[in-house]
């Protein structure tokens, strides 16, 4: 885990560039389902939020959401890092909790402003068909019903 990356002041906002290097170097080394390098991902679910027309705080939240439930940063490194309010939020919305029924998930991120938004990205990414074909039938259709029923609870 990498909560030892000191947080810069809050009178010092990180830049989006600065999130996208920040969440590029707590995702080192991790890999996705398919065994490409993590980093593909966020930078997809970030490129996603952009020309769906996403705010820099949308994008921030996408190279950062799934850090926390990943444990590549801590709750406690988030809760301090010099992000705005929205930004934290939106990370802590898309955030799996452990044991959580996906309607409470789900209704968490439609609360959310911006969630939706950076959610919607991500399961693209998740649902692409290139994406899924590398994987083995049983995991391809587990994870596409699974990606459909949060579409659906999400009203997308």
Known sequence: MTDDRPAPSPSTPL???EVE???RAAHEGQT???????????AAVAEGVRARGGSAEQQAAAWLHDAVEDDALSREWLDRAALPQ???DMVLAVTKRPGEPVEEYTARILATPGALLV??????????PDRLSVLDGATR????AKYARVRSL???
């Not at 996705?32 to 966020?42: F, I, N, S, V, W």
């Not at 259709?141 to 596409?144: A, E, F």
């Open 86 to 88: 929205p930004v934290k």
């Open 15 to 17: 830049t989006l560039a």
């Open 119 to 128: 959610k919607e990205a991500d399961l693209a990414h998740n649902a692409d």
């Open 32 to 42: 996705d389902k398919a065994g490409r390098p993590y980093a593909e991902h966020l």
């Open 154 to 156: 999400l009203g997308l």
């Open 21 to 23: 290097a920040l969440a």
């Open 141 to 144: 259709l587990r994870l596409t």
